[in-house]
């Protein structure tokens, strides 16, 4: 990890950690009841609605961590290498538990509940399709893009994340506070398991340094 991607690391987590202590004290209630309307008012009866609900699908976890592990495995039988899958499996399991332990310290009701309390015993806080969609579509996108692809899919697989988000707050599954956490969440682990994928400095002067090498003469 670099300098500058761990300094945008840190400031994501400490943005993760602001958003669940501002959720806790309450403080984040007024501003998501507010916001609510903005997004609910584009879900249309119809084929809109069924629109964001297939969108949606892009944050479901058996769906795309399905889809990360298979792409790893392909990966690590290409490189003849077991890291991309252990480094992939570690990332969806550990991005499971970090959800299931948020959900169940905030205890923050959802608004199809009709409640907008925290520690109240609900399970909304953060997103878990957010965060399942920001991790595993930029981890499929960093698993699979070609060098010379990479950009454009990196670029789209984040497109695809801020979709899921906001499929989330059209059909009031969450509140905006609790989108901006799987935002938040999934972006800290795909970074770091981007990084742990990165081949290190050693290695790669090494690759470098074998084909600059002239091919040696056996006389």
């Given at each position: 990890?670099?300098?500058n991607?761990?300094?945008?690391?840190?400031?994501?987590?400490?943005?993760?950690?602001?958003?669940?202590?501002?959720?806790?004290t309450?403080?984040?209630?007024?501003v998501?009841?507010a916001?609510?309307g903005?997004?609910?008012?584009?879900?249309?009866p119809?084929?809109?609605?069924?629109?964001w609900?297939?969108?949606?699908?892009?944050?479901?976890f058996?769906?795309?961590?399905?889809?990360?592990?298979?792409?790893?495995?392909?990966?690590?039988?290409r490189?003849?290498?077991?890291?991309?899958?252990?480094?992939?499996?570690?990332?969806?399991?550990v991005?499971?538990?970090?959800i299931?332990?948020?959900?169940?310290?905030?205890g923050r009701?959802?608004?199809?509940?009709?409640?907008?309390e925290?520690?109240?015993?609900?399970?909304?806080?953060?997103?878990?399709?957010?965060?399942n969609?920001?991790?595993?579509l930029?981890l499929?996108?960093?698993l699979?893009?070609?060098?010379?692809?990479?950009?454009?899919?990196?670029?789209?697989?984040?497109?695809?994340?801020v979709v899921?988000?906001?499929?989330?707050?059209v059909?009031g599954?969450?509140w905006?506070s609790?989108?901006?956490a799987?935002?938040?969440?999934?972006?800290?682990?795909?970074?770091?398991?981007?990084?742990?994928?990165?081949?290190?400095?050693?290695?790669?002067?090494?690759a470098?340094?074998?084909?600059?090498?002239?091919?040696?003469?056996?006389?």
């Amino acid at each position: 990890m670099t300098r500058n991607v761990r300094l945008v690391w840190l400031a994501g987590l400490v943005a993760l950690l602001a958003v669940t202590v501002l959720t806790l004290t309450g403080t984040t209630q007024a501003v998501d009841k507010a916001t609510l309307g903005w997004f609910t008012v584009l879900d249309i009866p119809g084929a809109v609605h069924v629109t964001w609900r297939t969108l949606v699908m892009g944050g479901q976890f058996w769906l795309v961590g399905t889809l990360v592990l298979v792409a790893a495995a392909w990966q690590a039988r290409r490189l003849r290498s077991w890291r991309p899958f252990w480094v992939s499996v570690l990332a969806v399991g550990v991005l499971d538990v970090l959800i299931i332990a948020g959900k169940q310290l905030v205890g923050r009701t959802s608004p199809n509940s009709g409640l907008n309390e925290v520690l109240a015993g609900g399970t909304s806080y953060p997103s878990g399709h957010t965060a399942n969609a920001t991790m595993c579509l930029t981890l499929l996108a960093v698993l699979l893009a070609s060098t010379r692809w990479r950009r454009l899919v990196l670029v789209s697989a984040i497109g695809g994340a801020v979709v899921v988000g906001l499929c989330n707050l059209v059909l009031g599954y969450h509140w905006l506070s609790e989108v901006v956490a799987g935002w938040l969440l999934g972006g800290l682990i795909v970074v770091a398991a981007a990084a742990a994928l990165r081949p290190s400095d050693a290695a790669i002067d090494e690759a470098r340094g074998s084909r600059g090498r002239a091919p040696e003469v056996v006389g």
